[in-house]
Structures are given as C-alpha cells and as structure tokens.
C-alpha cells in the first residue's frame, strides 16, 4: 500500500508514523508514506502557499498553485492512478467501509486542509473525493490523515499478527467490544466476571457476545439496526436488557448510554 499525503506540517505526519501498529507496517514494508509539502513546489521569497480570501473574512486559503503542483509531484509516485481525497471539514464521513475499500485499491493521495480551507477550484479539478472524520471542528487536516492511514494500515494483509487479526471480526463485526479484564482477579472490591475464570469457552463466547450487544444497543443503535441480528443474537441481548433492568446503581456504563435502564 502507497500513501502520499500533500501537507504543510509534513513532520506531524511523519513523526506519528514511527507507533505501534502503524510503525510495523512502514518498517515491514507493506506501508508506504510519502509526504508533499507544497512549500517546496514555490520558489518565492516568502514560499507563499496561503494567501487572503477573496470576499474577505477571517483567517488564510491554501493557494491553488502549489497544491496542484505537490498533487501532480504525488501523482507521479504511483504507477497506476490512485484515488486523490481532501480531508475537510466538510467531507463524507469516513469509515470502516472507506477504509476497507481503499486499502484494496493499493493506492491514496490525502490532501489535508488547513487554515480556513482550500481554494475551491484546486478541489474541483484536482480531487476525486472529500472525507471528513466526524462531527467536529479540528484545526487541520494532518490528524485527520493519520487517523485514514491507521485505519487503513491495519487492513493490509501482514500488518496484524494472526491472534489480533480477521478471525474475531466474524463473530463480533459491527458491534462494539466487550468488556476486557487481566489479573489482579479483585481490584478495589469489584470481581473479575466469573464466567472468565471458568474456562467455559462457550460460556465465555456467549457472555461477550451479549455484551457486545448490550453495549452496542444502549450506545449505538444504529450499528445494531445497520447488521441486523440472529436469533441467538436476540436472545442474548434480551438476556443482557432483563439482566440490567433487575440491578439497580450506577456502574460507570450509564454515563456512556442514553435514557434506557
Ligand atoms: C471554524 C472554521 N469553520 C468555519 C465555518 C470551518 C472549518 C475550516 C477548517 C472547520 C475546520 C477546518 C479544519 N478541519 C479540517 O481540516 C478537517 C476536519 C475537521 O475539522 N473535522 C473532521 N474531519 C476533518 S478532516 C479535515
């Protein structure tokens, strides 16, 4: 898989690419990052690559010129054509689906926004899609192309060792996690679940597999109305709603959910 992400803080990128997961992939070579600053595509004094917007108003613009320059310099790193994306504020919400998707095509050219935005005509010739990563205002783009290439990094094939990898996903896909414990088995007085020490693995199936469904409808129901259910499946979230209804107090859950106990 080939990145190229036009930018003009190239070291955030860049230095955040050395973590975890993200890290193995670049070192193992299955991940490759290129990073464009459209500051060296300007030869000015200044190396201008922002400029004030037209109509007035607050803050800077990102200049067509040097971006469309730093675009074609990515472009010209990738064999075949490779999907050209603005990350902005208003994008299409990315997901696992983009990210599934993107990770088969090989290639991706991220342009991430800056400032006030991107002049609209370097948007409408030069990029193919624009994605956003959710509903609230960040002061750029660059974190935004990190959070794509995590995602993506992920799905491509050798990057997770085999007990992190697919296998799970069949079972829980769509649905949050369940909870996690290690040892101690107390811990200020509460008990690890006492289906986790039994070594019932049916039972321990089972008993994530409700709670998956039982967080994920209290906190995300559209996730649940999304992937449907089995007839297990419904069984075991019933299981999980009459078990919560016969307990009282808090349990550090309820901040997380909406009105139902
Ligand atoms: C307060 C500024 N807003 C005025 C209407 C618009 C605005 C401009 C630039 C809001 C955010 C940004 C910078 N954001 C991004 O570059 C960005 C972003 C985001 O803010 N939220 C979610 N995903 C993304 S991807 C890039």
Known sequence: MRIAVVTVFPQMIREAL??????RAVERGGLLVDCIDPRDQVHDVHRTVDDRPYGGGPGMVLKAEPLAAALGEAAARFEAGAKRVYLGA???RFDQGLAREAAAAGGLIL???RYEG???RLLETRIDERWSIGDYVLSGGEL???VV???IARLIPGTLGSAQSVEQESFSDGLLDWPHYTRPPEFDGRRVP???LSGDHAAIRRWRLREALGRTWLCRPDLIERRGMSAEE???LEEYLAERAGRDGRNGFDSMTRSQK
């Open 111 to 113: 342009l991430a926004g």
């Open 90 to 92: 208003d994008g299409r």
């Open 149 to 151: 290439i995590d995602a």
């Open 234 to 236: 419904r069984v075991l």
């Open 144 to 146: 935004a192309a990190l």
């Open 118 to 120: 991107v002049d609209e």
């Open 194 to 196: 006492e289906v986790l």
């Open 18 to 23: 050395a973590y975890g997961v993200v890290g």
